[in-house]
């Protein structure tokens, strides 16, 4: 629209440079005088720009172990972040934190992210947790296909999923831990066909701030995962062989969503913990 409105003018700038909008949104100078030259600058109307849209991304519960370190990868590749939670802001105090927009809400009551989704171009969400059965299901599975259907409303390009790998046994003493976690994957697989991507880690270690406290977690988790992502087929072993997956870091994890979230590029679907370690190791 720009370019034509350029064309229909009869004269021409000096110097011009015109920008022209890609698919993408980027802006590209097609370089100089190619209007001719005697445009008299009184005659050109006046043509505003509009800048390219901006990536946002959303971490629905940004302010927890695995969404804060989300949110310093995603600040550390200068996107513009949020976070959406029901207490809000994290209580980290590093630098990262103060640039990320904190917002209070709960998944399991939708009106309250509707604000927080406004304007967004991507969601990974970390919202997961314990405790009995029904809430096991509620937090995992309901509250998580709320945040879905409400991204899928607003027109969200890339959605990704913090799931998590089989542990076959303990899947039963977990029932409403897993079924709620598949029941998102299988919601956002249908809203989100080639734009959802689902990770299954299985132990995730790094450095967890419980309180004012710092859990080294890597402490064990490190070495098992040294010995056991080279060991994939002792998961494999009939009813205690997924308790062999291999843990895997945080900043990996953190690595991988990132990229899920920003890359049209990056392969819809199920990731594995293997999958993931193999990310990482060829993306450096
Ligand atoms: N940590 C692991 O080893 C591991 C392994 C495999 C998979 N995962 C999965 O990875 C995800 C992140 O795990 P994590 O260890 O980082 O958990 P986490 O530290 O407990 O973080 C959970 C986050 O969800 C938010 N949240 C909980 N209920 C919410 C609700 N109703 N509405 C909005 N926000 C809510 C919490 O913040 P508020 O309390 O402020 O709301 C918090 O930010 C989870 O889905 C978990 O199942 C974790």
């Keep these: 629209m720009i370019?034509?409105?350029?064309?229909?003018?009869?004269?021409?700038?000096?110097?011009?440079?015109l920008m022209t909008m890609s698919k993408n949104g980027r802006l590209f100078s097609t370089?100089?005088?190619?209007?001719?030259?005697?445009?008299?600058?009184a005659e050109a109307e006046t043509v505003t720009v509009t800048p390219p849209p901006t990536e946002k991304l959303l971490v629905l519960g940004g302010n927890g172990f695995v969404g804060s370190h989300i949110c310093r990868e995603a600040m550390e590749r200068g996107l513009t972040v949020s976070s959406l939670s029901r207490s809000g802001r994290s209580s980290v105090h590093d630098s990262w934190?103060?640039?990320?927009?904190?917002?209070?809400?709960?998944?399991l009551s939708p009106n309250s992210m509707k604000h927080a989704m406004n304007?967004?171009?991507?969601?990974?969400?970390?919202?997961?947790?314990?405790?009995?059965?029904s809430h096991m299901h509620r937090i995992n599975g309901t509250a998580n296909i709320n945040a879905i259907k409400a991204a899928a409303e607003q027109c969200v390009k890339r959605y990704v999923y913090i799931s998590a790998a089989d542990f076959g046994l303990i899947n039963y003493l977990l029932k409403g831990y897993?079924?709620?976690k598949r029941a998102t994957e299988k919601e956002l697989l249908i809203k989100f066909p080639y734009g959802g991507v689902i990770l299954r880690p299985g132990f995730i270690h790094g450095t967890r701030q419980v309180g004012r406290m710092k859990l080294p977690l890597s402490l064990i988790g490190a070495p098992l995962e040294m010995v056991l992502r080279y060991a994939k087929v002792l998961t494999r072993?009939?009813?205690?062989?997924?308790?062999?997956?291999?843990?895997?870091?945080?900043?990996?994890?953190?690595?991988?969503?990132v990229r899920a979230a920003?890359?049209?590029?990056?392969?819809?679907?199920?990731?594995?913990?293997?999958?993931?370690?193999?990310?990482?190791?060829?993306?450096g």
């Design 31 to 41: 370089g100089s005088n190619m209007l001719g030259e005697s445009l008299k600058s």
């Design 3 to 17: 370019m034509s409105r350029l064309l229909r003018s009869h004269s021409s700038f000096p110097s011009l440079h």
């Design 237 to 257: 072993i009939p009813l205690v062989g997924p308790l062999f997956t291999s843990p895997v870091n945080v900043t990996s994890v953190a690595k991988v969503a």
């Design 119 to 133: 304007g967004v171009t991507s969601v990974i969400s970390c919202v997961g947790g314990f405790g009995s059965n």
């Design 178 to 180: 897993y079924e709620g």
């Design 262 to 283: 920003m890359d049209p590029a990056f392969p819809p679907g199920i990731l594995d913990v293997y999958g993931i370690l193999q990310y990482v190791e060829k993306s």
């Design 97 to 107: 934190a103060d640039s990320v927009v904190w917002h209070q809400g709960d998944l």
